[in-house]
C-alpha cells in the first residue's frame, strides 16, 4: 500500500513504535529551533543534562518576541541565549533579523528533514515539506542532546485542493475555511496534508501561511509537497543544494479528505474571540475598525508586504485609525526597502515596527479600550492583544488594509479590479551577518539576575490530595493558564515571579490561593491549553502545587509539557463526571505509582466517585513517577 508523505517522511525517522494510529512512536530530529521566550528554559534545561555539545544536525536560536527592553530583563535573556548557543553548537539570530519561522524558510528549512521547535508555529516548515512540530522547550533539549521526539502516530487528513484562488483572495483565506470546517479542535492528533492540483497555484510563502495556521486546528503538523515551486524558493535563496522533490505516493491513503474548491472561496475573517469563529469578511461590512496590524509569522512575507505596499500606495490610512506594519524578516525588510517598497508603506502613514513578533503576542500596539482591531496574525484569544475588552478580527493582509483603507470591515473586492501583481525577484537578498554561527573557543555563558534556576521537581506521590483550585469551560487557552504581553514575557526566565500570573485573567486571586492551599488541582473541558507551546503554562503551575489536571480532553503540547514537568493529566471516562465536580471540593486520589490507567477519584466534599484515565505511555509514566522528564533524563545519564 502506498503512503502519503506525511507517514514517507516520519517513516524514515522512526526509531522506536510501530505505525498504527494513536500509538506511540519515537522519530529522529534532524533540526531544533528555539525563540527566546521559550528558550531560556530550554536551554537551561539542556544544561541541567550535562551534555557538551549538541547532537542535532542544526540548532538554532532566535531572537524575536521579547524584543521591548524596559529594563535589564530581555537584555539579560539575550546576552543568556547568544553565549549559551556560541558554547553548545548553536547558531543564533540577532534580535531584530525577524520571526523564527519565516527566517527558518529563507534560512534553514529542508524537505524531507525533520524540525522540533519550542513554538506552536513550527509547522510554518510543512511549506517546503517538512515535518516540523511545536513541543515544549524541555522536549526540545532532548532532541538537541540526541534523544528521540515521542508522538501519537497521527491520522492523516487529506485536505485536496482544486482550482484557483480569485484575484482578493488569498492562502489566509485557505486556511480560515479549513478551521471553519474542522474547528480549532479538529485536528489534535492528525497531520494536515495538503493535495491536489490547486496546490500548484500557491507559492512557498503562501503554502507557509496554511501550514503556520494549521497550529490553530490543534494539529500536530500540516505539510505541502516539495516540488518545482519549493525548488524555485529554495534556488532563490541560494539554497538549491538542500531541495528534494517529495509527494505522496499514488495510492497513499488518508483517514479523512475535505475538498476545497479554491475557484469558490471568498475572503473570509475569524471573529473575536477565535480562529475558528469564521464568517465571510462581505457580511461584516460597515464595522468600524480602530486599529490594523500587518505581520506575525503568518502574513509578513515579502509577498505580503508587497501587497501591502501596492495597496497603500499613493493613499493615506483612514482617519481615526491606526495601522501598524511589521516585517516578518531582516531580508524582507531589506527588499522592501530597496525596491521602493518601504516608502509607498510610510508615506500612507502606516507605523514601521521592528522586525519581530510585536503585537501578536501583545508586546506593543495594544488596542484601545473596546477597539476593533483587524490583524493578519493567527490568534484572536481574549486580551492576547494587551487590551481585555478588545474585539480582535483576524484577516488576510488584502482585507486588512482594505479596513485600513476604509475605517471599517471591508471586502478587499470592492477596493479595486484586481489585487496587486507581485514581481518576484529571481534572487532574494541573501545576507546573513545577523545569525552567529557555533562558536569553536570556549565560551563563559553569561547570567543576569533575570535568569533565575530551574525549579525543584518532586516525585509523585502514591496519594494525591487537595482542593479543586479552579473549574474552567471549554477551550482553555495557554494565554488564560500562563498570559504572555509586555508586563509578563520578560519573567520568563523567572519562575517563581511569572507564576504570579497564573491564571490571572480568569482569577487573579488564583495564584494566593494556590500558595496558601500549598497547591491542588485544576479542572478542565475540552481542549485544554489549546494554543501556545509554552511551558511555563505548566511549570509554573506545578511551582504552584499543581498535581492533577481533570479536563474533558487536552491539547497535544500542553498535555505533553504537563508529564513533563510532573503533573498528571486525567481525563473523565464520563465527560458527565465534570459536572460532578466544583470548585473548592476536596479530591483524593490514589494514583500508586500510575501503573493502572482505571482510577478512581474520590470526591471528599460531594462522597461522589469518579472514574478517570490518565492514558500515559511506558515512557511518560516514568517521567510522572520521577517528578517530570528532567529528572528521569539526569537520571539516565
Ligand atoms: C504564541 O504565539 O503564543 C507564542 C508566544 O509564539 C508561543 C510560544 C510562547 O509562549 O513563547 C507559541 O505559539 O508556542
Ligand atoms: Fe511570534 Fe506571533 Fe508567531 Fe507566536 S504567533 S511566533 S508570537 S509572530
Given at each position: 500500500?502506498?503512503?502519503?508523505?506525511?507517514?514517507?517522511?516520519?517513516?524514515?525517522?522512526?526509531?522506536?513504535?510501530?505505525?498504527?494510529?494513536?500509538?506511540?512512536?519515537?522519530?529522529?530530529?534532524?533540526?531544533?529551533?528555539?525563540?527566546?521566550?521559550?528558550?531560556?528554559?530550554?536551554?537551561?534545561?539542556?544544561?541541567?543534562?550535562?551534555?557538551?555539545?549538541?547532537?542535532?544536525?542544526?540548532?538554532?536560536?532566535?531572537?524575536?518576541?521579547?524584543?521591548?527592553?524596559?529594563?535589564?530583563?530581555?537584555?539579560?535573556?539575550?546576552?543568556?541565549?547568544?553565549?549559551?548557543?556560541?558554547?553548545?553548537?548553536?547558531?543564533?539570530?540577532?534580535?531584530?533579523?525577524?520571526?523564527?519561522?519565516?527566517?527558518?524558510?529563507?534560512?534553514?528549512?529542508?524537505?524531507?528533514?525533520?524540525?522540533?521547535?519550542?513554538?506552536?508555529?513550527?509547522?510554518?516548515?510543512?511549506?517546503?515539506?517538512?515535518?516540523?512540530?511545536?513541543?515544549?522547550?524541555?522536549?526540545?533539549?532532548?532532541?538537541?542532546?540526541?534523544?528521540?521526539?515521542?508522538?501519537?502516530?497521527?491520522?492523516?487528513?487529506?485536505?485536496?485542493?482544486?482550482?484557483?484562488?480569485?484575484?482578493?483572495?488569498?492562502?489566509?483565506?485557505?486556511?480560515?475555511?479549513?478551521?471553519?470546517?474542522?474547528?480549532?479542535?479538529?485536528?489534535?492528533?492528525?497531520?494536515?496534508?495538503?493535495?491536489?492540483?490547486?496546490?500548484?497555484?500557491?507559492?512557498?510563502?503562501?503554502?507557509?501561511?496554511?501550514?503556520?495556521?494549521?497550529?490553530?486546528?490543534?494539529?500536530?503538523?500540516?505539510?505541502?509537497?516539495?516540488?518545482?515551486?519549493?525548488?524555485?524558493?529554495?534556488?532563490?535563496?541560494?539554497?538549491?543544494?538542500?531541495?528534494?522533490?517529495?509527494?505522496?505516493?499514488?495510492?497513499?491513503?488518508?483517514?479523512?479528505?475535505?475538498?476545497?474548491?479554491?475557484?469558490?472561496?471568498?475572503?473570509?475573517?475569524?471573529q473575536p474571540h477565535?480562529?475558528?469563529?469564521?464568517?465571510?469578511?462581505?457580511?461584516?461590512?460597515?464595522t468600524k475598525v480602530t486599529q490594523v496590524a500587518v505581520?506575525?509569522?503568518?502574513?509578513?512575507?515579502?509577498?505580503?508586504?508587497?501587497?501591502?505596499?501596492?495597496?497603500?500606495?499613493?493613499?493615506?490610512v483612514a482617519p481615526g485609525l491606526s495601522l501598524a506594519?511589521?516585517?516578518?524578516?531582516?531580508?524582507?525588510?531589506?527588499?522592501?526597502?530597496?525596491?521602493?517598497?518601504?516608502?509607498?508603506?510610510?508615506?500612507?502613514g502606516a507605523r514601521?515596527l521592528?522586525?519581530?513578533?510585536g503585537p501578536c503576542?501583545g508586546m506593543g500596539f495594544a488596542p484601545n479600550s473596546g477597539g476593533v482591531s483587524v490583524r493578519?496574525f493567527?490568534?484572536n484569544?481574549p486580551g492576547r492583544s494587551g487590551t481585555k475588552d478588545a474585539n480582535v478580527y483576524?484577516?488576510?493582509?488584502?482585507?486588512c488594509?482594505?479596513a485600513a483603507?476604509t475605517g471599517e470591515i471591508?471586502?478587499?473586492?470592492?477596493?479595486?479590479?484586481?489585487?496587486?501583481?507581485?514581481?518576484?525577484?529571481?534572487?532574494?537578498?541573501?545576507?546573513?551577518?545577523?545569525?552567529?554561527?557555533?562558536?569553536?573557543?570556549?565560551?563563559?555563558?553569561?547570567?543576569?539576575?533575570?535568569?533565575?534556576?530551574?525549579?525543584?521537581?518532586?516525585?509523585?506521590?502514591?496519594?494525591?490530595?487537595?482542593?479543586?483550585?479552579?473549574?474552567?469551560?471549554?477551550?482553555?487557552?495557554?494565554?488564560?493558564?500562563?498570559?504572555?504581553g509586555a508586563k509578563?514575557?520578560?519573567?520568563?526566565?523567572?519562575?517563581?515571579?511569572?507564576?504570579?500570573?497564573?491564571?490571572?485573567s480568569?482569577?487573579?486571586?488564583?495564584?494566593?490561593?494556590?500558595?496558601?492551599?500549598?497547591?491542588?488541582?485544576?479542572?478542565?473541558?475540552?481542549?485544554?491549553?489549546?494554543?501556545?507551546?509554552?511551558?511555563?503554562?505548566?511549570?509554573?503551575?506545578?511551582?504552584?502545587?499543581?498535581?492533577?489536571?481533570?479536563?474533558?480532553?487536552?491539547?497535544?503540547?500542553?498535555?505533553?509539557?504537563?508529564?513533563?514537568?510532573?503533573?498528571?493529566?486525567?481525563?473523565?471516562?464520563?465527560?458527565?463526571?465534570?459536572?460532578?465536580?466544583?470548585?473548592?471540593?476536596?479530591?483524593?486520589?490514589?494514583?500508586?505509582?500510575?501503573?493502572?490507567?482505571?482510577?478512581?477519584?474520590?470526591?471528599?466534599?460531594?462522597?461522589?466517585?469518579?472514574?478517570?484515565?490518565?492514558?500515559?505511555?511506558?515512557?511518560?509514566?516514568?517521567?510522572?513517577?520521577?517528578?517530570?522528564?528532567?529528572?528521569?533524563?539526569?537520571?539516565?545519564?
Amino acid at each position: 500500500m502506498g503512503l502519503n508523505l506525511a507517514q514517507k517522511i516520519l517513516k524514515a525517522h522512526l526509531v522506536e513504535g510501530e505505525m498504527v494510529a494513536g500509538k506511540q512512536v519515537g522519530i529522529r530530529i534532524d533540526q531544533t529551533l528555539t525563540q527566546d521566550a521559550t528558550g531560556t528554559m530550554a536551554y537551561l534545561q539542556f544544561e541541567a543534562m550535562g551534555v557538551p555539545r549538541i547532537k542535532a544536525k542544526l540548532s538554532v536560536s532566535y531572537i524575536d518576541h521579547n524584543m521591548l527592553q524596559d529594563d535589564f530583563k530581555n537584555a539579560d535573556d539575550h546576552l543568556y541565549l547568544q553565549t549559551v548557543a556560541a558554547k553548545y553548537g548553536l547558531h543564533f539570530s540577532r534580535p531584530g533579523n525577524g520571526i523564527c519561522h519565516q527566517v527558518h524558510l529563507e534560512r534553514f528549512g529542508a524537505p524531507g528533514q525533520t524540525l522540533l521547535g519550542s513554538d506552536s508555529h513550527t509547522p510554518t516548515q510543512g511549506g517546503i515539506g517538512m515535518i516540523a512540530i511545536g513541543a515544549g522547550g524541555l522536549d526540545i533539549a532532548l532532541a538537541m542532546a540526541g534523544q528521540p521526539f515521542y508522538l501519537s502516530w497521527p491520522e492523516v487528513v487529506n485536505v485536496h485542493l482544486t482550482g484557483k484562488l480569485k484575484s482578493w483572495v488569498a492562502a489566509k483565506d485557505i486556511i480560515l475555511e479549513v478551521l471553519r470546517r474542522l474547528t480549532v479542535a479538529g485536528g489534535v492528533g492528525k497531520i494536515i496534508e495538503y493535495t491536489g492540483p490547486g496546490v500548484k497555484s500557491l507559492s512557498v510563502p503562501e503554502r507557509s501561511t496554511i501550514t503556520n495556521m494549521g497550529a490553530e486546528l490543534g494539529a500536530t503538523t500540516s505539510v505541502f509537497p516539495s516540488d518545482d515551486i519549493t525548488k524555485k524558493f529554495l534556488t532563490a535563496q541560494k539554497r538549491g543544494n538542500v531541495f528534494k522533490a517529495l509527494s505522496a505516493d499514488a495510492d497513499a491513503k488518508y483517514d479523512k479528505t475535505v475538498e476545497i474548491d479554491l475557484d469558490k472561496l471568498e475572503p473570509l475573517t475569524a471573529q473575536p474571540h477565535s480562529p475558528d469563529n469564521v464568517t465571510e469578511v462581505k457580511k461584516l461590512k460597515g464595522t468600524k475598525v480602530t486599529q490594523v496590524a500587518v505581520g506575525s509569522c503568518t502574513n509578513s512575507s515579502f509577498r505580503d508586504l508587497m501587497t501591502v505596499a501596492g495597496m497603500l500606495k499613493g493613499k493615506t490610512v483612514a482617519p481615526g485609525l491606526s495601522l501598524a506594519v511589521t516585517p516578518g524578516s531582516k531580508q524582507v525588510y531589506e527588499m522592501i526597502s530597496a525596491n521602493g517598497a518601504l516608502k509607498d508603506i510610510i508615506a500612507s502613514g502606516a507605523r514601521i515596527l521592528e522586525s519581530g513578533c510585536g503585537p501578536c503576542i501583545g508586546m506593543g500596539f495594544a488596542p484601545n479600550s473596546g477597539g476593533v482591531s483587524v490583524r493578519s496574525f493567527n490568534r484572536n484569544f481574549p486580551g492576547r492583544s494587551g487590551t481585555k475588552d478588545a474585539n480582535v478580527y483576524l484577516a488576510s493582509v488584502e482585507t486588512c488594509i482594505a479596513a485600513a483603507l476604509t475605517g471599517e470591515i471591508t471586502d478587499p473586492r470592492k477596493i479595486g479590479k484586481s489585487a496587486p501583481k507581485i514581481t518576484w525577484p529571481k534572487t532574494f537578498m541573501v545576507q546573513d551577518n545577523m545569525i552567529i554561527k557555533p562558536s569553536k573557543k570556549a565560551v563563559e555563558v553569561k547570567r543576569g539576575p533575570n535568569i533565575q534556576p530551574l525549579p525543584e521537581t518532586h516525585p509523585l506521590s502514591p496519594v494525591l490530595s487537595g482542593a479543586v483550585l479552579l473549574k474552567t469551560g471549554d477551550n482553555i487557552t495557554t494565554d488564560h493558564i500562563m498570559p504572555a504581553g509586555a508586563k509578563v514575557l520578560p519573567l520568563r526566565s523567572n519562575i517563581p515571579e511569572i507564576s504570579k500570573f497564573v491564571f490571572a485573567s480568569l482569577d487573579a486571586t488564583f495564584h494566593d490561593r494556590a500558595k496558601a492551599a500549598g497547591g491542588g488541582f485544576i479542572v478542565g473541558g475540552v481542549n485544554y491549553g489549546q494554543g501556545s507551546s509554552r511551558e511555563h503554562a505548566a511549570l509554573a503551575p506545578m511551582y504552584l502545587g499543581v498535581k492533577a489536571v481533570i479536563a474533558k480532553a487536552f491539547a497535544r503540547i500542553h498535555r505533553s509539557n504537563l508529564v513533563n514537568f510532573g503533573i498528571v493529566p486525567f481525563t473523565f471516562v464520563n465527560e458527565g463526571d465534570y459536572e460532578k465536580i466544583a470548585q473548592g471540593d476536596k479530591l483524593t486520589i490514589n494514583v500508586g505509582g500510575v501503573e493502572t490507567d482505571d482510577i478512581v477519584i474520590k470526591n471528599e466534599t460531594s462522597g461522589a466517585e469518579i472514574p478517570v484515565k490518565h492514558g500515559l505511555s511506558g515512557r511518560e509514566k516514568d517521567q510522572v513517577r520521577a517528578g517530570g522528564a528532567l529528572g528521569l533524563a539526569k537520571q539516565a545519564k
